[in-house]
Each structure stands twice: as structure tokens, then as C-alpha cells.
């Protein structure tokens, strides 16, 4: 008798306690409401107070630029940071508040990612190829050309003066930014992050390269002596037009191949064209090009 009193009594409790019954939150969860008699019915359900717990703060709209280089920041701050040159910051001017350090950071980010890539792909490549690739994608213009594929110049913070002067799309700060960019997606997302980013804006500049990593005739002197050929001889067969508009045209020889001719304003301009000729007959320039 005195087990079934206590089990009343905590009955008791529970019938009083204002907290929903099982059956009641269920039903809220439903959109409706135990009526008196404990049926459920189609009622919208009465208005309660929610539980205590930390407020969420609403979701941040992704920004035009992070939908461009589909990465969404965590920290927008650094993004924000990343955008904004020394001359827009007002008051005395603290340079850690603008993109220079995410930039320096965002410099060697940029080198050791694009060097992995370049390692992975050329197999084939010796270092001083591999070093010249390098040079030629991490370049100021080479920066400054993937900013402008992203169109961010229309997102950098400027001052008045710099934005009249055009700097939106001044190749140094393009170069700039875009490299400060980078160091704050790797700030904010890690290696991982930066190198997808890196990937995307890169592989295709790095498969097809926008210009000869080497000049021709350079490239030209390498493959004749990785064959024990002597060095390529140059002959200028003619010099027409005036004087001070000159035309040379010129050939290139090497033992056992068909020589090759080019033409240029400058006897030095010739001998490039002659060279690609040749390169190109033989197959070296699209070999060497890729690795």
C-alpha cells in the first residue's frame, strides 16, 4: 500500500507540472493540438513560450566576390581586410588594417601551392623548368590578370584619390589584392581551402602557358646541346627598307637539319623568329611547353 500511495503521489506531481505531456509536444511538432478529451485535432497550436537557449544570429549573405571564387568566409572580417587598401583607412593610418599583411602572407601561400602543382604535374621537368614555370605564374601580371577574371577590382576598398587616379585597375594593386586574398582564405579555411582556390584560378594558366617560358633562341641552344649539337649560327641573308625602318631577314643552321628563316624590325627580332621556326619544325617548342 505504501508503493501504490508514492506512485500516486508522483502521478499527482506530474499532472501539475505545467511542462507539456508527450502527447501534447508531440502534437505542436504536428502543427496541432490535443483537444480536452486528448484526441488530436486539426487546431493550429496555442502559442508558447520557446525554451530558453542562445540566440542564433542570422546567416550572412555571401557576397558577390565569394560566390565568384566559391569560397564562403567564416570570418567576413577577413575579407574585409583583404579588399582594403592603405588609403582607404581614415585617421592615422595603421597598416595592419589594411590588405599588406594578409598580401605577404598570401605571397607565399601562392608560391608553395602553385610549386606542389607544378611538381605534380611535369613530372618530367628538371628544376631550372620547373623554376621558370614558376616565375611566370606567381608573376605581378599574372596575379594582377586572375584578379581581373574575377572581377575584383570592383570590390577593393579604395580612397577617393586612388580610386579617381584608376587604381582599381592598376596591375600592382590588382597583383596585390588578389595575393591578400588568398592569405585570408588560408587564415580562414586553412591550406586545404587555399589550395582548392589556388587550383581553380591557376591550372589553366599553368596547363597553357600565356607566353614561351624562355626566349626561342634560348630555348633553341638548350635542345642542340642536350643533343650534342653545336651551338645554332645565325646568318642575316638580307636588310631592306630605309634605314631608319629597317627589315632583316635571317636563317638559322644546325648540322643535319634544314636551316630556318625569319624576318623582324631588329636583326635580334630575326634570329627569335628564325629559332621558333625551327623549334616548331622539329617539335621541341609544344614538347617543352609541356613538360
Excluded at 530558453?52 to 569560397?71: D, F, H, M, N, S
Excluded at 597583383?175 to 582564405?185: F, N, P, R, T, Y
Excluded at 649539337?229 to 629597317?246: F, I, M, N, W
Aim: contains cysteine.
Amino acid at each position: 500500500m505504501a508503493l501504490e500511495r508514492a506512485l500516486g503521489a508522483v502521478a499527482d506531481v506530474r499532472a501539475m507540472s505545467p511542462g507539456p505531456s508527450a502527447e501534447r509536444t508531440a502534437a505542436v511538432k504536428h502543427g496541432s493540438e490535443p483537444s480536452a478529451d486528448g484526441d488530436l485535432t486539426n487546431r493550429p497550436a496555442a502559442a508558447a513560450t520557446p525554451a530558453a537557449g542562445p540566440t542564433k544570429r542570422p546567416r550572412r549573405r555571401v557576397t558577390a566576390l565569394e560566390t565568384r571564387i566559391g569560397y564562403r568566409f567564416a570570418d567576413p572580417v577577413l575579407l574585409d581586410q583583404a579588399l582594403t587598401h592603405i588609403s582607404a583607412l581614415t585617421g592615422v593610418r595603421n597598416r595592419s588594417g589594411s590588405y599588406q599583411r594578409l598580401e605577404f602572407l598570401g605571397d607565399h601561400v601562392l608560391g608553395l601551392v602553385v610549386s606542389d602543382m607544378l611538381f605534380r604535374a611535369f613530372p618530367r621537368a628538371d628544376e631550372g623548368e620547373l623554376s621558370r614555370r614558376l616565375a611566370d605564374l606567381v608573376r605581378k601580371e599574372a596575379c594582377a590578370d586572375v584578379a581581373s577574371s574575377i572581377e575584383l577590382g570592383a570590390a577593393i576598398r579604395l580612397g577617393a584619390s586612388e580610386s579617381n587616379a584608376g587604381g582599381r585597375s592598376r596591375v600592382a594593386i590588382l597583383a596585390d589584392v588578389c595575393e591578400a586574398l588568398i592569405g585570408a582564405v588560408f587564415v580562414d579555411g586553412g591550406y586545404e581551402a587555399a589550395a582548392a582556390l589556388i587550383t581553380r584560378l591557376w591550372e589553366q594558366r599553368m596547363r597553357t602557358p600565356k607566353r614561351p617560358l624562355r626566349d626561342a633562341k634560348t630555348m633553341l641552344q638548350e635542345w642542340a646541346q642536350a643533343l650534342g649539337l653545336p651551338t645554332p649560327a645565325y646568318r642575316e641573308v638580307e636588310r631592306t627598307g630605309p634605314d631608319h625602318d629597317p627589315e632583316f631577314r635571317v636563317t638559322v643552321e644546325l648540322p643535319d637539319r634544314l636551316p630556318a628563316e625569319g624576318t623582324g624590325r631588329s636583326k635580334r627580332s630575326a634570329e627569335q623568329a628564325a629559332a621558333s621556326v625551327m623549334l616548331a619544325r622539329e617539335g621541341v617548342m609544344s614538347e617543352r611547353l609541356d613538360g
